[in-house]
């Protein structure tokens, strides 16, 4: 894994280790909670640039880099989107994979029936966000072979959120919430979809709705960080 120094809140400095390899995050102790809105839409903007639509196979048994402990997988759910992670049972830390990483930081959302329908106008199948699979839209409305939901990585009104992104660039104090306000940023079913950004669709049609998100994402953060 490769160290990686990002800024934490209230000026303060955190120190993560990542794994391109492994597509994964290491935070010692609470550090997933301390970083910096700017610092989370880098890690965003890190995963959207270095994440492979071939899913990585984990050891059998992961370890602590810190004691060589046995790390324990845990399962734990922000609103209604579960998540797991694999954590230091001395509790020096947890090793979370990019996705999951994205589902706890709640910029994942799950579509509605309705979303599903909509999205069928313009697409015929989807990849599985979760085991990786092919989803025929027309005849599923969840992956069939691990029953996930459909998912993507929701960024709408993106001149809005340029605006807040720009703001969380900024050297000095802002609002803690700006991530969580980003993800939510947007109306439901009747805009969801009514993206500007043709480069967004063009990336949708290969299946993959949460890297269409993150390559839109990265586009933005490009300009700004």
């Not at 400095?13 to 550090?31: L, M, N, P, R, S």
């Not at 959302?109 to 966000?129: A, G, M, T």
Request: charged content about 20%; glycine content about 6%.
């Amino acid at each position: 894994m490769a160290d990686w120094t990002v800024d934490g809140r209230l000026g303060a400095k955190v120190a993560i280790d990542v794994c391109t390899g492994c597509q994964g995050f290491w935070f010692d102790q609470h550090e997933s909670l301390q970083l910096s809105p700017g610092s989370t839409l880098k890690l965003m903007k890190f995963i959207g640039e270095h994440s492979s639509k071939v899913r990585p196979t984990l050891s059998d048994v992961l370890r602590c880099p810190r004691c060589r402990g046995q790390l324990k997988l845990a399962h734990d759910l922000i609103r209604t989107m579960r998540f797991n992670y694999w954590g230091c049972e001395s509790g020096h830390g947890r090793f979370i994979g990019f996705f999951d990483f994205l589902k706890e930081k709640n910029f994942i959302h799950p579509l509605s029936p309705q979303e599903v329908k909509q999205l069928r106008l313009s697409l015929q199948s989807v990849n599985c966000s979760n085991c990786g699979a092919s989803v025929d839209l027309h005849t599923n409305s969840a992956c069939p072979y691990c029953h996930s939901p459909i998912t993507m990585l929701d960024m709408n009104h993106q001149q809005q959120m340029l605006t807040q992104l720009k703001e969380a660039a900024e050297p000095r104090p802002v609002d803690p919430a700006v991530p969580l306000k980003l993800a939510l940023a947007k109306e439901r079913v009747s805009s969801l979809f009514e993206n500007d950004d043709p480069e967004w669709w063009e990336d949708a049609r290969t299946g993959d709705l949460v890297q269409a998100g993150l390559n839109a994402v990265t586009r933005l953060l490009v300009r700004i960080l």
